[in-house]
C-alpha cells in the first residue's frame, strides 16, 4: 500500500506539485515584467510631459482628412477621425475582398484548365505576385500607373461617364428621386418572390421529379421587377456626372487614386492566395468522385453542382476566411501612400499631434484583434456545422 | 436460342501516349453472361472496363453497348451510363452526403424520379445489400466493406443492366471481403450480366461464365473457369496461375 | 466462345494526330471551341505584353553612360540603377569598411550554394553555423568592436539592411516561436493560457502596427537613459512577430506526429524536455521545414515595411533615389529593378520548400 508520505521528496518531485510550481514562476515572471514596464512606462510619461487617459478623445483634432465617409472637418473630435479612419479601412478591405475573391476564384479555376496556355498563365500570375512584397506592388500601382496616368484635361473615359486620370477614378452619382423607394420595394419583392418559387421547385421535384429552371427564371423576375417599377415612376433615377470644370472634375463620386491604388494591389496579390486556396480545394476532391458521378449518369453541370464543389468548399472556407483577414491587416499598408485608413489617420496624425502613443495604439491594435477574434469565432461556427452536417 | 448480345467489342485499341494500352481487343458479352478478367498490373484490364461506360476513350475499334455505339456523342453515352453500373476499387461514395442521399442523387437528378419513389427504390437495395440500417448514416462512418456494399446498391440504384467491377475488394481488409463477394454473388444469380476485374479465383470458379486473362494489352485466354484452370493453353496464363494460386 | 484471341506481335503506332507535337497542340491548346478562343486569347495577351516589355527592358534601354542626359526617352536607363549601385546594395555604409559587408555576404552565398546543392553531406552542421555562429559574427563585423571601427545603424540601409533584419527575424524568430509553441500545447493551464494569448496577439495586427508600437512605445517601456537603436527597436518587433507565425507553423508539426512517437519516448523515461529535444522536435520540425521557409519567404517580403519608420531597406532605398531630382522619372527602372531582385530571391527559396516538401514526403 502506497503510504501517503509527507516526506520532501515526495513533494519535490510529485507531478502535480511540479505543474503548480513552474506555473506559479511562470506568472510571477510575467507579473513582474508586466510591473516593470508599467512602473518604467509611467515614469518616462511624467518626465516627458506626456498626458494619460482618453479625454483626448474628445478634443478637436483641428487636421482635415482627404477622404471622409462621413461628415468631418477639422473641428471634430479625436474620436471622429478614428471613426473616419475605421471606416476607410473597411471601405477599402471590403473592395478588396470583392475583388480579390472574384479573380482569385477564377485564376485558381483557370489553374486547373485543360487549356496549357490558360494553365500557364495562371500559374505564371500566382509565382508572380505571390513573391513580390505587397508594398512593392502598391507603390507600383500607385507611383508607376496612377501617377502616370493622364492630366484631367487628358483623361482615359469610357462611355463619357467614367473618367481615369491622375487625381483619380470619377464615377457617375446615382441620385434617387421620388419613387425611388418603390424601386426598392419591387426589388426585394422580387428575391421574395425568387425564394419562394426555388422553394416551391424543390417541393415539386421531391413529388414529381421533375425540375424547373429556378436561377434563370429568378435573374429574370428581378430583372423585369425592377424594369416595370423603373417604368411605373417615370425612370426617377438620375445620374450626376462628372464634369470637367477647368483643372478638374466636379459631380460625381471621386475615388482618390490612393483608394484605387491600394484596392488594386491589395486585390491583385491577395487573390494569387486565393487562387491557390481555391486550387488546392478543388483538387482535394478526388478524381474518383468525379468517375463515380459520371458513371452514375450525371451531366458535367451537376457534377459540379452536387458532388465538387460541396467538398471543395468544406476544404476552401477557412483558409479562404483566413486570407480575407490578411487582406484587411495589409491594408494597413496604406500608411505608405497616404491612404487615409485607421493607421494613417489614428496611429499616425493623431498620434503625432497628441503623443499619446498607448492609447491610440492600443484603441487600433484593439480594432485588428477585434476583428481577428471575429474571424476565428466565424470559422469556428463554420466547422461545428459543418461537422454536424456530416454525423 | 438467340441470347442478346449486350456488349460487342471489335478491334479496339488504346494508346496512353506511346503505350499501346488496348491491342486488338474483341470481346462479346451475352445478357446474364458473367465474365472475369484477371492478368498481372498494367495489362489493360481495368481500362478494358472503364471504356464501355466512356470513361477512357477508345482510339480505334468499335463498342457497341445494347445496340448504341459509343461515340463522342454525349447523349449517346449519358444513355450508355445509365444501363451500365460500375462499381469501383475505391467505392467512391460522396462523403457529404448520406448514404440514402448517395443511392438517391443520380436517380433524381438523372432519371427525374420523385423522391419518395428514389428513397423506396434505395431502401429496397440497400436491404438487399444487407446495410438498410446503415441509410442515414454518413461514408465515413461506414466500414470498408459496408461501404462498398453501398456503392453496389447505389449503382444498382440506376437499374442497369450490365454491372462493372473495377477491383471491388482489392481495397478490403481480408475479413470484409466475403461479405462484398457474396452481395455480387447474389447478384449474379439474380441473373445480372456482369463483368468483374478481379484476383479472387474463388469467386470466379463459382459464378464466372468465361475468364478472360489479359496481359499486355491483349486477351491472351478466354475459357470457361474449367478450362481455363485445368487447361491454360498460354504460358503466360500459367505463368500467372502460378504465382496467384 | 467467340471471343477471338490474338497473338498480336507487330507493333502498331497510336493514330497520328494523337501524339507528337500535333496530339499535344490538339489536346492542350485546341480541344474545344471555347479552348481556342481562349487559347488566342492567352496569345493574344502575351503578344501585347512580352514584346513590348523586352524592347524597353533590354533592346532600346540604356547600359552605358553615368548621367542623365545618356538616357534615352524610349527604353529603360539602367545607368540610373548602376549610378546608384552603392546606396542600394549598402545604404549610407562608409566605403572604406565595406569590405566587412562583402565578406559576410561572400561566408552567407558560399553556405548557401551548399545547402542548396543536393545530396551533399554535414549539411545539418552548415545550417547550425548559419543560425549561431554567423549571425553573432554578422554583428561584431557590421556594427563594430573588437579591433573594427564601430558603424551606426543608421548608417545601414539598401539590400544590406534588407538582410539584416530578415535574417534577424528568421534566427532569433525559430527559438522564441519552439517555445511558444511548447507553452501553448503545454499542459499547464497558466502556461497554456499565457502562450496563447501572447501568440493571438501578436497573430491578429498588422506587422505596422507591430513596428510602430516598437517605435513610439518601446522607449516608454525602458528605464530612464536606455536608448534604444530604432533599428533594435524594429528588430524586436519584427521579432515577436515573426515568432508568433512560426510558433503556429511548429504548434501544426507537433499535432501531427503521432501519439505513438510521445508514448514510446515517455515510456523509456526521457523527461518532458529531453523527450521534446531528442525525439519529437527533431522530427516534427523536419516535417514542418517547408512551412518554415514559407515563413521565412513572408519576413524576407515583410522586411519592406520599415520604410513606414524611417528605415531605408532595399526597396526603401529605391523609393529614395526615385525622388532624387538628379534621376527624376525613372521610378519605373526602379521598380522593375526592385521587383527582379525580390523575386529571385523569393520564388528560389519557394522551389526548394517545394522541393524539399517532394524529398520529405517521399523519402521518409
Excluded at chain 1, 253 to 272: G, R
Aim: charged content about 15%.
Amino acid at each position: 500500500m502506497q503510504g501517503r508520505d509527507l516526506s520532501l521528496n515526495n513533494i519535490l518531485f510529485n507531478r502535480s506539485v511540479q505543474g503548480i510550481f513552474y506555473q506559479i514562476v511562470t506568472l510571477a515572471l510575467v507579473i513582474l515584467a508586466v510591473i516593470y514596464i508599467v512602473d518604467n512606462t509611467a515614469r518616462n510619461m511624467v518626465a516627458r510631459g506626456l498626458a494619460s487617459g482618453f479625454e483626448f478623445l474628445g478634443v478637436e483634432a483641428q487636421f482635415d482628412i482627404q477622404m471622409t465617409l462621413i461628415e468631418y472637418s477639422p473641428t471634430s473630435t479625436y474620436f471622429d477621425s478614428f471613426i473616419v479612419g475605421l471606416l476607410n479601412t473597411l471601405l477599402v478591405a471590403g473592395l478588396g475582398i470583392f475583388v480579390a475573391t472574384i479573380v482569385g476564384f477564377t485564376i485558381g479555376i483557370a489553374r486547373l484548365s485543360s487549356n496549357w496556355l490558360v494553365a500557364k498563365l495562371a500559374e505564371a500570375y500566382i509565382e508572380v505576385l505571390r513573391n513580390l512584397p505587397l508594398l512593392l506592388q502598391i507603390f507600383f500601382w500607385y507611383f508607376a500607373v496612377l501617377r502616370a496616368l493622364p492630366k484631367p484635361k487628358q483623361s482615359l473615359e469610357l462611355f463619357d461617364s467614367f473618367f481615369l486620370n491622375n487625381r483619380g477614378l470619377f464615377i457617375p452619382d446615382p441620385i434617387f428621386g421620388e419613387g425611388g423607394t418603390l424601386i426598392l420595394y419591387s426589388f426585394i419583392a422580387a428575391i421574395i418572390i425568387s425564394i419562394g418559387i426555388a422553394a416551391w421547385s424543390r417541393q415539386r421535384q421531391n413529388k414529381t421529379g421533375q425540375t424547373f429552371p429556378v436561377f434563370y427564371s429568378s435573374v429574370g423576375l428581378i430583372i423585369l421587377f425592377v424594369f416595370l417599377s423603373l417604368f411605373a415612376t417615370g425612370f426617377p433615377v438620375t445620374f450626376d456626372y462628372p464634369e470637367l470644370k477647368g483643372f478638374n472634375f466636379k459631380g460625381g463620386i471621386k475615388l482618390i487614386p490612393e483608394l484605387v491604388a491600394l484596392t488594386f494591389a491589395l486585390s491583385m496579390y491577395t487573390a494569387s492566395f486565393i487562387a491557390e486556396v481555391v486550387r488546392a480545394g478543388i483538387q482535394a476532391v478526388s478524381l474518383g468522385q468525379t468517375e463515380a458521378a459520371r458513371s452514375l449518369g450525371l451531366n458535367q453541370g451537376q457534377i459540379l453542382r452536387l458532388v465538387i464543389i460541396p467538398q471543395a468548399l468544406r476544404v476552401i472556407v477557412p483558409p479562404l476566411t483566413n486570407q480575407y483577414l490578411n487582406l484587411t491587416k495589409n491594408s494597413s499598408l496604406a500608411a505608405a501612400i497616404a491612404y487615409p485608413d485607421l493607421v494613417l489617420v489614428f496611429a499616425g496624425t493623431a498620434l503625432m499631434q497628441t503623443g499619446q502613443a498607448i492609447e491610440i495604439i492600443g484603441m487600433v491594435m484593439g480594432v485588428y484583434l477585434l476583428l481577428s477574434l471575429l474571424t476565428s469565432i466565424i470559422m469556428n461556427l463554420f466547422n461545428r456545422f459543418m461537422r454536424v452536417a456530416e454525423r | 436460342m438467340t441470347t442478346e448480345l449486350m456488349i460487342e467489342m471489335n478491334s479496339v485499341h488504346k494508346w496512353f501516349g506511346d503505350l499501346h494500352v488496348l491491342n486488338d481487343v474483341n470481346l462479346q458479352v451475352s445478357k446474364s453472361e458473367k465474365i472475369v478478367i484477371c492478368g498481372p498490373s498494367g495489362s489493360g484490364k481495368s481500362t478494358l472496363i472503364r471504356c464501355i461506360n466512356r470513361l477512357e476513350e477508345h482510339q480505334r475499334g468499335q463498342i457497341i453497348v445494347e445496340g448504341t455505339e459509343l461515340t463522342n456523342d454525349s447523349r449517346s453515352i449519358e444513355r450508355i451510363r445509365g444501363e451500365v453500373g460500375m462499381v469501383f476499387q475505391q467505392f467512391n461514395l460522396f462523403p457529404h452526403l448520406s448514404i440514402l442521399d448517395n443511392c438517391t442523387l443520380a436517380p433524381i437528378w438523372v432519371r427525374k424520379t420523385p423522391k419518395a419513389q428514389a428513397i423506396d427504390k434505395a431502401m429496397q437495395y440497400l436491404k438487399r445489400v444487407q446495410i438498410d440500417d446503415q441509410a442515414f448514416k454518413y461514408p465515413s462512418q461506414l466500414s470498408g466493406g459496408q461501404q462498398q456494399r453501398a456503392a453496389i446498391a447505389r449503382a444498382l440504384c440506376m437499374e442497369p443492366r450490365i454491372m462493372l467491377f473495377d477491383e471491388p475488394t482489392s481495397a478490403l481488409d481480408p475479413e470484409m471481403i466475403k461479405e462484398v463477394l457474396d452481395v455480387m454473388v447474389g447478384l449474379a444469380e439474380g441473373g445480372m450480366t456482369m463483368i468483374v476485374v478481379t484476383h479472387e479465383m474463388g469467386f470466379a470458379k463459382e459464378v464466372a461464365d468465361k475468364i478472360i486473362f489479359m496481359d499486355e494489352g491483349q486477351i491472351v485466354e478466354a475459357k470457361s473457369p474449367d478450362d481455363f484452370f485445368n487447361n491454360p493453353e498460354n504460358e503466360r496464363t500459367k505463368t500467372f496461375l502460378s504465382q496467384i494460386l | 466462345m467467340n471471343t477471338e484471341i490474338k497473338n498480336n506481335t507487330e507493333v502498331m503506332k497510336p493514330p497520328i494526330a494523337s501524339i507528337g507535337l500535333v496530339g499535344w497542340l490538339r489536346k492542350n491548346l485546341f480541344s474545344s471551341v471555347s479552348n481556342t478562343i481562349l487559347t488566342l486569347i492567352g496569345i493574344y495577351l502575351l503578344y501585347s505584353i512580352i514584346p513590348p516589355f523586352i524592347s524597353w527592358a533590354f533592346i532600346d534601354a540604356n547600359f552605358v553612360g553615368t548621367t542623365k542626359q545618356e538616357c534615352s526617352k524610349d527604353g529603360a536607363c539602367w545607368i540610373f540603377i548602376k549610378e546608384n549601385l552603392k546606396l542600394i546594395f549598402y545604404g549610407l555604409y562608409p566605403s572604406e569598411e565595406l569590405w566587412r559587408i562583402n565578406t559576410m555576404y561572400f561566408i552567407l552565398l558560399i553556405c548557401g550554394i551548399y545547402i542548396l546543392i543536393p545530396n551533399l553531406k554535414y549539411k545539418g552542421w552548415v545550417g547550425s553555423f548559419l543560425l549561431i555562429l554567423f549571425p553573432i559574427l554578422s554583428v561584431v563585423m557590421f556594427s563594430g568592436g573588437m579591433g573594427l571601427e564601430t558603424v551606426e545603424t543608421r548608417l545601414w540601409g539598401g539590400l544590406f539592411l534588407t538582410l539584416v533584419i530578415a535574417g534577424v527575424g528568421i534566427v532569433l524568430s525559430l527559438p522564441i516561436g519552439v517555445m511558444l509553441a511548447l507553452g501553448r500545447r503545454s499542459k499547464l493551464p497558466v502556461v497554456s493560457l499565457l502562450s496563447t494569448i501572447f501568440i493571438e496577439i501578436w497573430r491578429g495586427v498588422p506587422l505596422i502596427t507591430v513596428l510602430f508600437m516598437a517605435s513610439n512605445m518601446f522607449p516608454l517601456f525602458m528605464p530612464e537613459g536606455v536608448n534604444f537603436d530604432k533599428l533594435i527597436r524594429a528588430l524586436i518587433g519584427v521579432m515577436f512577430f515573426s515568432a508568433a507565425y512560426l510558433a503556429e507553423v511548429v504548434r501544426g508539426g507537433l499535432q501531427a506526429m503521432p501519439k505513438g512517437q510521445y508514448e514510446a519516448a515517455q515510456a523509456t523515461g526521457l523527461s518532458y524536455w529531453r523527450m521534446m529535444g531528442l525525439v519529437i522536435l527533431p522530427q516534427s520540425l523536419k516535417m514542418v521545414i517547408p512551412a518554415i521557409i514559407g515563413s521565412f519567404i513572408a519576413i524576407f517580403k515583410d522586411t519592406t515595411l520599415v520604410l513606414v519608420i524611417g528605415l531605408f531597406d532595399f526597396l526603401g532605398i529605391i523609393q529614395f533615389v526615385g525622388t532624387n531630382p538628379e534621376w527624376l522619372g525613372f521610378s519605373h527602372e526602379g521598380y522593375v529593378f526592385a521587383a527582379v531582385i525580390f523575386w529571385i530571391f523569393c520564388f528560389s527559396m519557394s522551389r526548394y520548400s517545394q522541393r524539399l516538401e517532394k524529398k520529405l514526403d517521399t523519402g521518409r
